[in-house]
């Protein structure tokens, strides 16, 4: 692996591999915080970003390296017309390794050609998202103690939502994972996501209301609907609130449910739930860190 453009650029094992390394900073950070002495991280976030820039560069911190780059296009050359290409050739120049998130699809696997060192995707347009997957994966194993035989619910905008394609398309790896796709009509996951699930026999069922299946899952993954990839404002104010969970509507879920979220939340998930022991999407927060800390040294093959 020398980049990380889509999820499926790595094997089972390697995932396999990244989640134990993460477990083991997780149990044993002191072990790790001078691995990437005198190592350089490059941000370059095209699109805001909280979690997934903080998360990065908190990792190569800890990790004993040093971060640089920007958090917004206006503050690069890019806002001169500089090209991608160009862009990232510059940066690696200067950094080990590049994160890169940027609203056009394809964007950091054309930036991966030019680079000249290792670059993730953290994040193209609603296109994919991998280290929000590689989050969500060390969040199932570590809540559920395994990532086959899960029910998950998707719920809210599975059209845009670029996490729960790049899950959907993980979880195709494992046995016997079945997947329901809640949301309205008009923010149902892509064709081709479905296409992939029918062509790989994987168990899917599509429905518009989440309390007429929450007591079968296993996991719940809420997502936000997006306002910045509608083109009409109209519309996201009619979709916007479709669903949001609250504690009445967990009535019926499992003792053992996992309820996860990319964040950031808008008004999907009640705040009253967030005290509730099954609510996993601060922990989601927390193992981001980690499990890009692991991702860091696969890539910079740090032993
Ligand atoms: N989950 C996620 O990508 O969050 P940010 O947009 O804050 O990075």
Redesign the pocket.
């Known amino acids: 692996m020398k980049n990380l453009i889509d999820i499926l650029d790595i094997t089972t094992e390697e995932i396999d591999a990244l989640i134990d390394t993460a477990n083991d900073i997780i149990e044993n950070p002191g072990k790790y915080n001078e691995k990437c002495r005198h190592k350089k991280l490059a941000t370059l976030f095209f699109e805001p970003?909280?979690?997934?820039?903080l998360s990065f560069e908190a990792a190569m911190l800890d990790l004993g390296g040093s971060v640089l780059g920007f958090s917004e296009s206006n503050s690069s050359s890019a806002s001169k017309g500089e090209s991608v290409s160009d862009t990232v050739r510059t940066v690696g120049c200067y950094a080990d390794i590049i994160a890169m998130r940027h609203p056009k699809e394809g964007a950091p696997l054309a930036a991966s050609f030019s680079a000249g060192v290792p670059v993730i995707n953290a994040?193209d347009g609603g296109h994919n998202?991998p280290t929000?997957t590689l989050t969500d994966l060390l969040t199932i194993k570590r809540e559920c103690g395994r990532l086959s035989d899960i029910k998950i619910g998707f719920c809210g905008d599975l059209k845009f939502g670029r996490?729960v394609h790049s899950l959907i398309m993980a979880l195709t790896r494992y046995e016997n994972v079945e997947i329901v796709l809640i949301s309205p009509e008009e923010l149902c996951i892509p064709q081709y996501l479905k296409d992939i699930l029918r062509s790989q026999n994987i168990k899917f069922t599509e429905t518009r209301t989440m309390e007429s299946v929450m007591s079968e899952l296993d996991i719940l993954y809420m997502t936000r609907v997006q306002r910045e990839r509608f083109f009409n404002e109209a519309d996201y104010i009619r979709l916007r609130d479709t669903y949001i969970l609250t504690p009445e509507k967990l009535e019926d879920a499992k003792k053992t449910l996992c309820i996860m979220h990319?964040?950031?939340r808008v008004n999907e998930i009640s705040t009253e739930v967030d005290v509730d022991p099954r609510a996993c999407y601060f922990k989601q927060v927390k193992n981001g860190k980690f499990i890009r800390m692991a991702l860091i040294l696969k890539l910079l093959e740090v032993k």
């Open positions: 970003s909280t979690r997934t820039r994040g998202h929000q996490t990319p964040l950031p």
